[in-house]
Nanobody
Framework: QVQLVESGGGLVQAGGSLRLSCAASGRTFSRYAMGWFRQAPGKEREFVVGINWSGGSTYYADSVKGRFTISRDIAKNTLYLQMNSLKPEDTAIYYC?????????????????WGQGTQVTVSS
């Protein structure tokens, strides 16, 4: 089992920044690929960014490329999402997820563990 707890969400003006954290506990964090997803009201959960188990490979959705940065600190068992130049359309609940096997996926159903989510609201 892997437990994931997100934090760092909040209300920010357009153009601002936030850093989300995802603290992991349980099984060895380093053996899992990780992903950030988001879900806006009335919309399906969508992929934001993924990182493989070693941190050597990442993949960003086009909508966040160049603005968001994913990283992981194995020693702290923590995943991060630095979000810059935020836009109102980034408003959503953000979830981190863990996937066994080492490689990220853009498909939510391929992740084994999920956090409870953290709300990000970007005002115009």
């Amino acid at each position: 089992q892997v437990q994931l707890v997100e934090s760092g969400g909040g209300l920010v003006q357009a153009g601002g920044s936030l850093r989300l954290s995802c603290a992991a506990s349980g099984r060895t964090f380093s053996r899992y690929a990780m992903g950030w997803f988001r879900q806006a009201p009335g919309k399906e959960r969508e992929f934001v960014v993924g990182i493989n188990w070693s941190g050597g490979s990442t993949y960003y959705a086009d909508s966040v490329k160049g603005r968001f940065t994913i990283s992981r600190d194995i020693a702290k068992n923590t995943l991060y999402l630095q979000m810059n130049s935020l836009k109102p359309e980034d408003t959503a609940i953000y979830y981190c997820a863990a996937r066994s096997g080492g490689s990220y996926s853009v498909t939510p159903s391929r992740y084994d563990y999920w956090g409870q989510g953290t709300q990000v609201t970007v005002s115009s």
